[in-house]
């Protein structure tokens, strides 16, 4: 069974930053790909950023792009995700996901165990 914990969410100003901290307990997070994804009230979970088990491939939704940066530390068990130039359309819940494999995609479904989720709040 897999635990992943985020933290770093808040309430920050248009323009701004936060980083997003996913640990992970009870597997072998090395073997794992990650994702973040997000949920805006009213509105389905969407893809955000995944990374695969080494950190050396990473894709982004096209909202994010050139935005948000995504990386991972083994030796941590934990994955970041780096949120600059903050809109108020970013405002959601924020959750890490892991998936069982190596490399994962964009697909909701594919990840196996998820996080409980940090708010992030984007003020105009």
């Known amino acids: 069974q897999v635990q992943l914990v985020e933290s770093g969410g808040g309430l920050v100003q248009a323009g701004g930053s936060l980083r997003l901290s996913c640990a992970a307990s009870?597997?072998?997070?090395?073997?794992?790909?990650m994702g973040w994804f997000r949920q805006a009230p009213g509105k389905e979970r969407e893809f955000v950023a995944r990374i695969d088990w080494s950190g050396s491939t990473t894709y982004y939704a096209d909202s994010v792009k050139g935005r948000f940066t995504i990386s991972r530390d083994n030796a941590k068990n934990t994955v970041y995700l780096q949120m600059n130039s903050l809109k108020p359309e970013d405002t959601a819940v924020y959750y890490c996901?892991?998936?069982?494999?190596?490399?994962?995609?964009?697909?909701?479904?594919?990840?196996?165990?998820w996080g409980q989720g940090t708010q992030v709040t984007v003020s105009s």
């Open positions: 009870g597997g072998t997070f090395s073997s794992y790909a």
């Open positions: 996901a892991a998936h069982l494999g190596l490399i994962a995609t964009m697909r909701v479904a594919e990840y196996d165990y």
